[in-house]
């Protein structure tokens, strides 16, 4: 049965942004006379919330706070978001969902004015009913923004569908008692990802294609 509504993720499964966070972490992290992290690293140990993620790297927050930290990191995105493409398919799987006449909303930890900046740049806005970002810039958890959505507009939360790539949208969908699904090649590898037992698709465009063709 085809979802009252789709909630997707914004970074990494919308936004094709992986390479960019790790050359940002990279620079600072040898600033700090840090080892550097390498892309399989990365793709195994990027976890939520994005603190304990900072910790593994090696940061301590004993010289410099972790809101200091997350400061340099977002103003160095905000600079070269730009760079970013969509991912592959993900506009023709958006354009068709709307099509199909399914509400989308966006969810992301992304904060709130920088996620409506990005989204109007991107050209995507249009498909969303809603763009739910964060207060401020730290990367908590999404979970308790997802509950209020869901509570406030009144739907069963088994009629939605989550879309991400990270096992942190798997919770969140678990938290507010929402099925998921994850797509490969965002921010995780697929041996995380396949700890979660939910569907795994390659790409937007299988996504879309198993959804339509239920």
Not at 41 to 56: A, G, K, N, V
Not at 97 to 125: E, M, Y
């Amino acid at each position: 049965m085809r979802p009252e509504l789709l909630i997707w993720d914004f970074n990494g499964t919308i936004l094709d942004d992986m390479e960019l966070c790790l050359t940002i972490e990279n620079e600072m992290l040898s600033e700090r006379g840090m080892p550097s992290i390498t892309r399989e690293w990365y793709l195994e140990h990027f976890s939520f919330p994005i603190r304990d993620y900072y910790l593994q790297m090696g940061y301590t927050f004993e010289t410099e706070s972790y809101e200091h930290v997350s400061e340099i990191f977002m103003q160095r995105y905000n600079e070269r978001f730009e760079t970013c493409p969509l991912r592959e398919g993900v506009l023709e799987t958006l354009t068709a969902f709307q099509r199909a006449g399914i509400p989308q909303t966006l969810l992301s930890v992304t904060q709130q004015d920088d996620l409506k900046r990005q989204a109007g740049k991107l050209g995507i806005a249009p498909f969303f009913s809603e763009m739910l970002g964060q207060v401020d810039i730290m990367g908590h958890s999404k979970v308790q923004r997802a509950k209020e959505y869901i509570a406030r507009i009144g739907i069963e939360p088994k009629d939605a569908l989550f879309i991400g790539d990270t096992d942190h949208d798997f919770e969140a969908a678990q938290a507010v008692g929402c099925p998921c699904v994850l797509l490969l090649h965002g921010h995780q590898s697929k041996n995380v990802l396949s700890r979660c037992g939910v569907p795994i698709y390659e790409s937007a465009a299988a996504f879309r294609d198993a959804l339509l063709n239920e």
